[in-house]
């Protein structure tokens, strides 16, 4: 690439080791082991079914994988629980869009500042001035986020009545504002229009650029994602088919029978 | 609406300021008559104090809960004994234990919420009621081996003072009905309450944001426990002026469940409007039938009459305007102002009268 990274590339941040997750009888995910290097952008790709999204709910503790582990920085997570994951600094969206519905878009973004939020339910009640303290500091960051998503002029309105493509910016929001180290993004661009991938495909690359924070995406638009990605992993019926740069992926002759399909 | 104070704008603050002058100045100089405290407005802020308890666990965390009446037997029995027991503690402090007793049955109950949901959660939370109420019964000495069944409660004395006549005890339930108005209102507004909303639109979403669902669900439920207890006491020492595990039964759950809902879910305003509504429509019911009727209609009918349409308000509230009267009282508002605004541009751009 042309432009120098104010992060470099480094070692790796997440490892997936021979991971296996079935449900009852349905494989989703067979024996897949893959790993996503510090401040990279990471690609998972693969046909519908292919165990995509249980991946990253396996690596974010939501699913319990019946084999296989998770390390995070070198270490095996033990016990993982989507709250252990947040605190140790992965942050996520999902697909299917998981947003406090009832709450503004403001508040929304502000339960991501939840672990950067030391004080009880008890200081909250009696307004210490440390809680004040907090709070402005953690509004302020928030409507930093905001600015950066150019998502001021809806600041208070519920989410529930936003439209879907600045409901997914607003997940994004909720998970920067987390500020974690690494972030899964399932399906940041389903549903959008062109207009509204580029800009999505643009916070996605700044947030990368600027704050070094490590991506890893589920995507389908393929232009998109080797647009985009540094390295792309390929997933087709819960099994790891192709991982590399995306000029050699596009160049693996099985991603593209998996994709195109092949006569047998 | 920038806040000035913290999240408090000034909308806010004129609020407080008119419900604080129209209830410690207006109301004490103009209603007279002792039945307006004794029967409606000191239960009214007790009730809508339980009603904020509910509102927290319900409203706000979104968990299906119904006993509040029960951890108001706790809070009420917890009173009698301590005042009875530890006399050293005093009425605030009294209060201020027996919400706390209220709170441990709080947590305990609450700890099936991490398991089950929705419509199980509300039978497994039924638990405490029954429990709390046969316990109280079945060991005498909760109710010091009283054997008539009724116990009468003691004069509240504060500081050596006695508050002993109607507007005496309207004012003690005003004072902690309103400290504890505005700490609800701080947690509701701040990262507590963030947290409950939280866990209540999307749990799933909110443990990957390093919300703990245990923490945040049994905090919740102690601190509507809470709520409950002390309503709970200021109910039995002022309004009832006695004690039975009977005034606390399942019908009064349902009742505070019934001002939660048609007040408005997750909504602290709410909580008095919709105890204001379910106090005042009986009363209301019976002032018709006495005087447009003039008694024809049997008062047993017009209680009946009074659950009928309480049941249709449930269904058409949920339907219509899930929110409840909160926010229809919101959307009044919002149409006078505009309405205000509106023809007010009209008076200015063009002739007030055309033809």
Redesign the interface.
Known sequence: MAYERKFKIGKPILEVNNISLAFGGVKAITDTSFNVLEHEVRAIIGPNGAGKSSMLNCI?G?YKPQQGTVSFRGQVVPNI???I???MGL??T?QNL??????SVL?NI??????H?K?N?LE????LPK??K??KL?RERSEEIISFLEIEDIKDTPVGKLPYGLQKKVELG?ALA?DSSIILLDEPMAGMNVEEKRDMCRFILKVNDELGTTMVLIEHDMGVVMDISDRVVVLDYGKVIGDGTPDEIMANQKVIDAYLGVEH | MKPIFMTYTKKDLINLAVCMVLSVLIIPTFIKTEYWYTSILIPWLCLALATIGQQIVMGYTGQLALGAAGFMAAGAFAMFNLILRVPDLGFVGSLIVSGLIAAAFGILFGLPSLKVRGIYLMVATLASQFFIIWMIDKFGWFKNYDSSGIITAQDIVILGKPFTTPLAMYFVCLAVTTILTLLAMNMARGSTGRNWMAVRDMDIAAESMGVSLLRTKVQAFAISAFYCGVAGALFAFCYLKSLEPVAFDIKLSFKILFMCILGGLGTINGAFIGAAFILLFPVLLNAIGNNVFHGAIDATIISSIEQVIFGLLMIIFMIYEPLGMAKLWENLKQSMKSKLSSSGIKGVKSPVFKK
Do not use: C, H, Y
């Open positions: 974010n939501i629980t989507p709250n994951m947040a605190q942050s996520r999902f998981a947003l406090f519905k009832r709450m508040d502000l339960v991501g500042r939840k672990l939020t004080t339910f909250v009640a009696l307004q809680v004040k907090e709070e953690n909720r987390t």
